[in-house]
């Protein structure tokens, strides 16, 4: 079992920074691939970006040269790096673990789900 809390939501103005935090407990951390996804009110969850066990990234076209994901094992953490924040990026942000080494982008490919964490972005 793997339990994610996510922190570092809030408001934010347009072209803002955010850092968001996926603290990670239970099973070993680099076991597996980690993911950001996204879910804006009246819209389907979807994928921002992932991580590999081995810290390679790979992003959403949305927020790609904008975002940044890492992770630190020896931590357990994930981390969202959010640059130039656009209105369009307001959504609770979810990270999520999946049992495999490797990034996916489908949600129903992850298995641990952390609560949430809003961003807000005005413009």
């Known amino acids: 079992q793997v339990m994610l809390v996510e922190s570092g939501g809030g408001l934010a103005q347009a072209g803002d920074s955010l850092r968001l935090s996926c603290a990670a407990s239970?099973?070993?951390?680099?076991?597996?691939?980690m993911g950001w996804f996204r879910q804006a009110p009246g819209k389907e969850r979807e994928f921002v970006g992932g991580?590999?066990?081995?810290?390679?990234?790979y992003y959403a076209d949305s927020v790609k040269g904008r975002f940044t994901i890492s992770r630190d094992n020896a931590k357990n953490t994930m981390y969202l790096q959010m640059n130039s924040l656009k209105p369009e990026d307001t959504a609770v942000y979810y990270c999520?673990?999946?049992?495999?080494?490797?990034?996916?982008?489908?949600?129903?490919?992850?298995?641990?789900w952390g609560q949430g964490t809003q961003v807000t972005v005005s413009s």
């Open positions: 999520a673990a999946r049992n495999s080494v490797l990034i996916a982008q489908d949600k129903e490919r992850y298995q641990y």
């Open positions: 239970g099973r070993t951390f680099s076991d597996y691939a």
């Open positions: 991580i590999s066990w081995s810290g390679a990234p």
